[in-house]
């Protein structure tokens, strides 16, 4: 559908063009925006109207439009065109009716009474009405109030209409002797100035309730629409107007201020001053915002295409400049630094390359990031905490605290450090040395495999163990002496039927206790014992290869002089030359062992319930340095 400009008002004009629209003109041609960006930046002069498009300002470009403008140019937003309705669908109007109440020119303030005055009415539905009458007579003033419903503004007769509701001050005259100052009020100049008998009769406070209501008539359908403004107060001394109706002529204000100002313009014009013609014409018809506009886009053009080219051209070569010089310190800093990242990621800008420079500052960022969590994870291992670091006290003390660890590391400190000299003793031994170690520790490991298969029946162990233990004090007692009577009881061992057989081991107790002397002493052990005499062992063994380096000129003296070879040498002897006592815990009489003092009966070995403390004497009757057993024999006589 074709859009008309001559249907449309000034803002319909700038929507359509910044949606996209095609306007035909007088004389069949046709005017659009084609390009989007100049439908936008229209858009965005239309959207900031107050600020950058006001025809009362200049039109000098102002701080932040030109960022304000790119930025709508990189993001535009969608316009959506007014609705046109077609010519035949256009309303015209004509004023039927004006009703006014107090408004000056037409009303006195109020009646001698104080009473409200009478409503003003005028019946104008015929086809035209003629107004004549002597000057004061009332013409401007109903002209003003037509005026001051429809725009808020009146017209005045030594010049251009105006707001009629900014107050102005009477003042009320006092009497010629008097030396009080006047009084005053203030009152819009559209409200009766009331006499000062009707300021009497109304309290003296003058009224403030003035409105107008205009009807129209539509030449098309014939409806009907009022229109209404009123005069309220807003506070003691503020006024304001509130207009009810308008939205339904369907017409803008620049439609109604030309309508309805024209005739108070034109009178107040001297046609033989073009300022004033000029002014009046462009105001009326819209063209003097556009004016405006376009010596505020000649600036714009001036600025986008001319100055702010060159003025980023020179700032680009600067910071390319200063980029260069940074690259180089930064080149510098890191050559002469120790143990500081590479950054030769970071190059100097290039317009082939542009994405090259932001690409290496990136990668520098990360690698700086990870160089700063470990050089933060460091100081936390040497210092125990990192604080942070807020102002120039912490930073001294951190800069302390880094001092006092350094000279921890230097090589004097680490010299001195035990942990250090045991490095560098260690560092002495030979491969020899090594492989004698790793023997140790591997004849150790199979002795442990066997003894935990052992032990892992714990009914056999125990029996094994103790055979073992008697077997140790019968040699203890008795050195180079075989087995040919029971250590116990005495009974021989060999004669067959005297002593049964051992079922659990299922063999005889002859052959158990031989078989405990030839045994590995490690095999005879509980587990808490045999760990115990594997470390001081194991310590033993070691340091008899310690002496063997100490021989060969290293350090560290002669295994003979170790205390732990003394201390176990000491336990030995004290373990082997304890002797027991012969006495009996239970019923039964004293004994001594002797041969020929046998006990009648097999000989029975058994588990005892009973348990001894570590390290508790053995007491009568109890094998020295045994496992809590007890040995009966035939009779139940304890051991």
Same mark, same amino acid.
């Given at each position: 559908m074709a859009i008309n400009i001559a249907d449309l008002t000034l803002d319909e004009v700038v929507q359509h063009l910044a949606a996209g629209d095609v306007l035909h003109v007088s004389g069949g041609s046709e005017f659009s925006l084609p390009l989007e960006d100049s439908r936008t930046l229209l858009a965005f002069y239309n959207q900031h109207r107050h600020a950058y498009w006001n025809p009362d300002k200049n039109t000098n470009i102002l701080d932040g439009e030109i960022d304000r403008l790119l930025d709508a140019l990189d993001k535009p937003s969608k316009v959506i065109a007014p609705a046109t309705p077609p010519a035949s669908q256009r309303q015209r109007w004509q004023l039927v009716a004006i009703t006014a109440h107090r408004f000056r020119g037409l009303h006195r303030? $109020?009646?001698?009474?104080?009473? *409200?005055? +009478?409503?003003?009415t005028l019946d104008l539905s015929r086809h035209a009405t003629l107004f004549r009458g002597f000057n004061g007579a009332g013409k401007t003033s109903l002209i003003s109030a037509v005026c001051w419903c429809l725009t808020g503004y009146g017209h005045r007769s030594q010049g251009l209409p105006s707001p009629l509701h900014t107050p102005i001050t009477v003042q009320i005259a006092s009497d010629e002797d008097s030396d009080d100052p006047n009084a005053s009020f203030e009152l819009p100049p559209i409200v009766p100035i009331p006499t000062e008998k009707e300021l009497l009769a109304v309290g003296g406070q003058p009224r403030v309730d003035t409105w107008v209501r205009l009807k129209f008539r539509s030449l098309v359908d014939g409806t009907e629409v009022e229109v209404e403004r009123r005069l309220e107060r807003d506070g003691k001394k503020a006024f304001r107007t509130t207009a009810m109706g308008l939205d339904k002529l369907g017409l803008s204000e620049l439609a109604l201020q030309v309508g309805t100002l024209m005739p108070g313009i034109a009178a107040a014009t001297r046609f033989d001053d073009k300022t004033t013609l000029s002014q009046a014409v462009s105001t009326l018809t819209g063209l003097r915002p556009l004016a405006h506009f376009g010596n505020r886009s000649g600036r714009l053009h001036e600025r986008l295409t001319g100055k702010y080219p060159k003025q980023a051209t020179e700032d680009k070569e600067r910071c390319e400049g200063d980029a260069a010089k940074q690259v180089t310190t930064l080149t510098d800093l890191l050559k002469d630094g120790e143990g500081l990242p590479d950054l030769s990621c970071v190059t100097v800008p290039k317009d082939t390359a542009p994405a090259e420079w932001k690409d290496g500052l990136k990668r520098a960022e990360e690698i700086l990031k990870a160089a700063e969590? %470990?050089?933060? #994870?460091d100081a936390r291992l040497i210092l125990g905490t990192l604080t942070p670091l807020t102002n120039d006290n912490e930073i001294k003390r951190? *800069?302390?605290?880094?001092?006092?660890?350094?000279?921890?590391? &230097?090589?004097? #400190?680490? +010299?001195?450090?035990?942990?250090? %000299?045991?490095?560098?003793?260690?560092?002495?031994? &030979?491969? %020899?040395?090594?492989?004698?170690?790793?023997?140790?520790?591997? =004849?150790?490991e199979r002795e442990a495999a066997t003894l935990v298969v052992q032990l892992s029946h714990a009914d056999r162990a125990d029996r094994v163990r103790l055979y073992g233990l008697v077997a140790r004090w019968h040699d203890a007692t008795h050195p180079d002496h075989p087995f040919v009577a029971c250590p116990v009881c005495e009974r021989d061992l060999l004669q067959p039927g005297a002593i049964p057989t051992d079922a659990l081991l299922d063999k005889s107790v002859a052959q158990a206790l031989e078989d405990a002397r030839k045994a590995d002493a490690a095999m005879l052990k509980t587990a808490a014992e045999w760990e115990r *005499?594997? +470390?001081?062992?194991?310590? *033993?063994?070691? $340091?008899k290869i310690h002496g063997q380096v100490?021989?060969?000129?290293?350090?560290?003296?002669?295994?003979? =002089?170790?205390?732990?070879?003394?201390?176990?040498? #000491?336990? %030995?002897?004290?373990?082997? $030359?304890?002797?027991?006592?012969?006495?009996?815990?239970?019923?039964?009489?004293?004994?001594?062992?002797?041969?020929?003092?046998?006990?009648?009966?097999? $000989?029975?070995?058994?588990?005892?319930?009973?348990i001894y403390p570590e390290g508790a004497d053995a007491g009568p009757g109890r094998l020295p340095g045994s496992d809590p057993h007890r040995i009966c024999n035939g009779r139940g006589e304890e051991w």
């Open positions: 303030h $109020c009646d001698d009474n104080g009473a *409200d005055p +009478k409503l003003f969590d %470990q050089a933060a #994870a951190f *800069d302390g605290a880094i001092k006092a660890a350094e000279n921890c590391f &230097s090589y004097a #400190a680490l +010299k001195g450090l035990p942990s250090m %000299q045991l490095a560098q003793r260690l560092g002495e031994l &030979s491969e %020899q040395d090594l492989r004698d170690a790793e023997t140790v520790l591997l =004849d150790i *005499d594997t +470390k001081m062992g194991l310590r *033993d063994r070691l $340091c100490a021989a060969r000129g290293g350090r560290g003296g002669s295994p003979e =002089d170790h205390p732990g070879i003394e201390a176990r040498r #000491a336990s %030995q002897h004290a373990y082997l $030359c304890r002797r027991p006592v012969g006495r009996t815990r239970g019923r039964g009489s004293a004994h001594d062992n002797r041969p020929g003092d046998r006990a009648p009966g097999p $000989c029975v070995i058994r588990r005892r319930v009973a």
